[in-house]
């Protein structure tokens, strides 16, 4: 079992900049997937980034690229989220998930774990 635990959301004007955390506790991370995902009400999670625990390689999804960075602590147990140039279409909640297995890294149905999420408001 591995339990996750974001923070760092909050409210910002455009153009800003949030960091969020992501705390993983419970068993290693080791050969995992970690992903970032976020969901406005009434529509589907949907992917914005990802990142190999072990290797570190990462994928991003196109409206996150040149803006948003995922990185990791492997000290701390820790994947972060640096979200730069904020809009105010990035306004939603922000999950991060653990895929064990397999199945699209890109999709939500293959991520084992989750956490509660970190509102993330953006002000026009």
């Known amino acids: 079992q591995v339990q996750l635990v974001e923070s760092g959301g909050g409210l910002v004007q455009a153009g800003g900049s949030l960091r969020l955390s992501c705390v993983a506790s419970?068993?290693?991370?080791?050969?995992?997937?970690v992903g970032w995902f976020r969901q406005v009400p009434g529509k589907e999670r949907e992917f914005v980034t990802v990142?190999?625990?072990?290797?570190?390689?990462?994928h991003y999804a196109d409206f996150a690229k040149g803006r948003f960075t995922i990185s990791r602590d492997n000290g701390k147990n820790t994947v972060y989220l640096q979200m730069n140039s904020l809009k105010h279409e990035d306004t939603a909640a922000y999950f991060c998930?653990?895929?064990?297995?397999?199945?699209?890294?890109?999709?939500?149905?293959?991520?084992?774990?989750w956490g509660r999420g970190t509102q993330v408001t953006v002000s026009s």
């Open positions: 990142i190999s625990w072990s290797a570190g390689g990462t």
């Open positions: 998930a653990v895929r064990e297995g397999y199945g699209s890294m890109f999709s939500a149905a293959s991520y084992d774990y």
């Open positions: 419970g068993r290693s991370l080791s050969r995992t997937f």
